[in-house]
């Protein structure tokens, strides 16, 4: 079977697709904003709010493992919290993205992977203005080092990858079972309870420790901590493996997507 | 059917078969699928098929009407035409630019504005982005919404919403121009204003083809008329041939 449409689309195909994902992400940023560049800002309001409340409940208990420091522990805090947000966040906006514009795909032929991918692009452009000046910020202050501001961007690769690869898939998953978010619900509050983000690893038993390092978030956090909390050079073994591990997430996304889309339409 | 040289033909549908899985067979639940595994009681998805070795070529400034009972697959075989449904099999050629006007203003974002859904929506049909921003305003005024670029498309009536689907779908000549049901959108004035515009791209040499439950209307406009039944080409040919054994048929 053979389907020639390439003359139907006004421009070449890969330079519309970016349009169309242009358009959708810039529809998702003022929807949310309502017109007000300000609005960005708010999305910063939830990390601090919580990391206050992490370090003010837990900030004492668990000094001893940041160098009897509240400020390293509202550190690691707040950088933990900027990762697993991130990916709560943009995974289930991906989610729903493909069911929800279904109506839309019965009258306009769209490339569906532009829906999930325009709610991670818009969670990336909310996080570059945001989070990101900060996270920059603290890095010149805390290692005075520009190396590691060079090193930031490898761990936001890291954690964009994974949450491409699983927001592809469970955009997928939806699909057929739309009792998913249910279920959803369920898995982030494991990956976020799993993740290190207001409690030190060190306090998690031994046997129950091994589990955690199949949590895809652990590498990102302890990288960017690395990178962003330490002057010291970070560990490029662990770096590299979570590359590669977010890179196979990605990928396995990206498979399961382009294996089952052909299928979504008779659902949609 | 006539044989004509391909590279004259803007559509051509060569044995044409779509199977759809029925949605009623159809779970769309994790917890059901994962009990009725264990039970042991989980069975394949049943496939319909709605389309049925369909083959079909049109030329170039044809208007072409499809008639056919509710769930003859008229809608399917459009949307098949316009890309949004693959087939399963056999071949689908088009060759030009396609305006689909089906359901019009369904692809459009309730909280955003007007003017920020016609670049939206023109660049979800094909458009470059800064080109639908140079055609807005001949968009509003067509669709004779000047007053409500800044508002969202919820504050819109529904006829109102159709009035602007059409307008950025038809702002610039297409190729090939897709109804399906769409004739009767707004009101009188808005109607003639529509039918001008559609018989300016008739006379431009698009092709048409037209989706209507409205008979008498196919036998005034159209060039050609299928009649689709249960998938299949029932008859092809004169409109008057076609739509009167069409009615004899429904009786």
Known sequence: MAVSLGNQLFSPGLQRYFSVLYVLTLRNLKIRYRGSILGVYWSLLNPMIMT?????????????????SLLNYLLAAFTGLVVTNF??????????????????????QVPMSVFPLSMIAA??????????????????????NPLHLLLLPLPILELLLTCTGIGLLIGTLYVFFRDLPYFYELIT????????VFYPAAIVPEQVRAFLVLNPLWPIIEGLRQVVLSDQMPDFGMMGLGLLSSTLICAIGCFCFLRWREAFMDLL | MHSTSPTSTVIRLDNVSLWRRTQE?????????ILSLIEGKYRKPARKLILDKVSLAIQPGEIVGIVGANGSGKSTLLKVICGILKATEGKVQVNGKIAPLIELGAGFDQDLSVRDNIIL???????????????????????????????????????????????????VQPDILILDEVLSVGDESFRNKCRRRLDKFWRGNATVLVVSHNL???????????????????????PDEVVSSYQHSVG
Request: charged share 15%; proline share 2%; hydrophobic share 45%.
């Open chain 1, 52 to 68: 206050g409340i992490y370090t003010a409940i837990f900030g004492q208990a668990f000094t001893a493992y940041y160098d009897h």
């Open chain 1, 87 to 108: 990916f709560v966040a943009s995974t289930s906006q991906a989610l729903t993205s493909v069911v929800s514009n279904g109506a839309l795909l019965n009258k306009i």
């Open chain 1, 123 to 144: 969670n990336l452009f909310q996080f570059s203005v945001g989070s990101l000046p900060l996270l920059a910020v603290a890095t010149l202050w805390i290692t005075h």
């Open chain 1, 189 to 196: 509050f494991a990956l976020w309870i799993s993740s290190p």
């Open chain 2, 25 to 33: 067979e159809f779970s769309y639940d994790l917890k059901k699928t």
């Open chain 2, 121 to 171: 929506y023109g660049v979800l049909l094909g458009f470059m982005r800064g080109e639908m921003i140079d055609r807005s305003e001949s968009i509003l005024e067509f669709a004779e919404l000047q007053d409500y670029g800044a508002a969202p498309v919820k504050s819109l009536s529904s006829g109102m919403t159709a009035r602007l689907g059409f307008a950025i779908a038809t702002d």
């Open chain 2, 216 to 238: 008498d209307f196919m036998r005034e406009t159209c060039s050609r008329v299928i009649w689709l039944r249960k998938g299949s080409i029932q008859l092809s040919g004169s």
